[in-house]
């Protein structure tokens, strides 16, 4: 008789705050094999209010989403899956309801994870990217509502940080009426320096040999950078400054257009330059690698040694 294939197939679910991921893949002699790759732009955070309230139609289109990728978890053992929520959900005012909805429409629970979590599964995710490296390493990962900053050595994570700062969050408080200026960009890249001030001189102690980034903001700006010639499959200093002065060529949010972006990344671009900036500044950074690996990646592979009861990094 054949062996069920939705036995060894694995799912994991990151409901962040700018858009939603579903990562599924097959054991297949010891190792993953990805099947699918599903990404939505959800825009949870840019509908959250001050007082943590969401738009209606923003969860209308959060809870659409998790349908769709309930339908494709169909069939998946629930063990197998795990689904997190990040830094909107942390924020969320009666977030109980929302989420017993979310959960009701995906199929399945729903972890609402700290950051300091958000960032070791990150630092994992990242370290399949670069296994077998054991020297030092930065990990910086600009999301929708929070940055991570993980310095660790091989797969162990040193020193772990989460701000409430991220890309849609940092553009709905500086540039809510859209209007890009160098005053603003100064204002929003001071506010993150000064939420970096608490860590920097800790990061800078404890020192690494190379800094990677991860998630949509950096790999946007990679492909900025590399399109327009200003530096190869890195972020240099140099090239983040070219790019910080093509975005204050524009006059609004809506009017960014340069090439390598993408439109769907375009409304909240300018708030995650602003984190990267702040970030360069404050660390020191002279450049940064740029991973395919985040959250999802980390995810999954801390299921599978959760299921098999081991490290998954051996």
């Given at each position: 008789?054949?062996?069920?294939?939705?036995?060894?197939?694995y799912?994991?679910?990151?409901?962040?705050?700018?858009?939603?991921?579903?990562?599924?893949?097959?054991?297949?002699?010891g190792?993953?094999?990805?099947?699918?790759?599903?990404?939505?732009?959800?825009?949870?955070?840019?509908g959250?209010d001050?007082?943590?309230?969401?738009?209606?139609?923003?969860?209308?289109?959060?809870?659409?989403?998790?349908?769709?990728?309930?339908?494709?978890?169909r069939?998946?053992?629930?063990?197998?899956?795990?689904?997190?929520?990040?830094?909107?959900?942390?924020?969320?005012k009666?977030?109980g309801?929302f989420?017993?909805?979310?959960?009701?429409?995906?199929?399945?629970?729903?972890?609402?994870?700290?950051?300091?979590?958000?960032?070791r599964?990150?630092?994992?995710?990242?370290?399949q990217?670069?296994?077998?490296?054991q020297?030092?390493?930065?990990?910086?990962?600009?999301?929708?509502?929070?940055?991570?900053?993980?310095?660790?050595?091989?797969?162990?994570?040193?020193?772990?940080?989460?701000?409430?700062?991220?890309?849609?969050?940092?553009?709905?408080?500086?540039?809510?009426?859209?209007?890009?200026?160098?005053r603003?960009?100064?204002?929003?890249?001071?506010?993150?320096?000064?939420?970096?001030?608490?860590?920097?001189?800790?990061?800078?102690?404890?020192?690494?040999?190379?800094?990677?980034?991860?998630?949509?903001?950096?790999?946007?700006?990679?492909?900025?950078?590399?399109?327009?010639?200003?530096?190869?499959n890195?972020?240099?200093?140099?090239?983040?400054?070219q790019?910080?002065?093509?975005?204050l060529?524009?006059?609004?949010t809506?009017?960014?257009?340069?090439?390598g972006?993408?439109?769907?990344?375009?409304?909240?671009?300018i708030?995650?330059?602003?984190?990267?900036?702040?970030?360069?500044?404050?660390?020191?950074?002279?450049?940064?690698?740029?991973?395919p690996?985040?959250?999802?990646?980390?995810l999954?592979?801390?299921?599978?040694?959760?299921?098999?009861?081991?490290?998954?990094r051996?």
């Amino acid at each position: 008789m054949k062996t069920d294939p939705n036995l060894d197939t694995y799912a994991a679910v990151d409901l962040g705050s700018n858009s939603f991921h579903m990562l599924v893949a097959r054991r297949e002699h010891g190792e993953l094999r990805v099947l699918d790759r599903i990404k939505e732009m959800v825009r949870l955070g840019g509908g959250l209010d001050s007082e943590g309230n969401l738009d209606p139609v923003v969860k209308e289109n959060a809870l659409l989403c998790l349908s769709r990728f309930g339908q494709r978890l169909r069939g998946i053992p629930a063990s197998n899956i795990r689904a997190v929520g990040t830094q909107t959900f942390r924020r969320l005012k009666n977030s109980g309801k929302f989420l017993a909805a979310s959960e009701q429409a995906l199929g399945g629970p729903v972890d609402i994870i700290a950051g300091r979590e958000e960032a070791r599964l990150i630092y994992m995710g990242v370290t399949q990217w670069v296994t077998g490296d054991q020297q030092k390493q930065l990990v910086i990962d600009i999301g929708g509502g929070s940055t991570e900053l993980v310095i660790g050595e091989g797969f162990n994570p040193i020193q772990m940080e989460s701000m409430q700062f991220g890309c849609v969050s940092v553009t709905n408080r500086f540039f809510s009426d859209g209007k890009v200026n160098s005053r603003r960009l100064d204002q929003a890249r001071r506010a993150v320096l000064a939420e970096l001030q608490e860590i920097q001189s800790i990061y800078r102690r404890t020192g690494w040999q190379t800094a990677v980034g991860s998630s949509g903001t950096i790999r946007s700006a990679a492909e900025i950078c590399q399109t327009n010639g200003w530096s190869e499959n890195i972020i240099t200093s140099e090239a983040l400054e070219q790019l910080r002065l093509k975005a204050l060529s524009f006059d609004t949010t809506a009017e960014i257009a340069i090439d390598g972006l993408s439109e769907r990344r375009q409304p909240v671009f300018i708030g995650g330059l602003a984190i990267l900036l702040a970030c360069f500044e404050s660390l020191g950074l002279k450049e940064l690698v740029v991973s395919p690996f985040a959250l999802r990646e980390g995810l999954l592979h801390d299921l599978l040694g959760r299921l098999e009861h081991r490290d998954p990094r051996d």
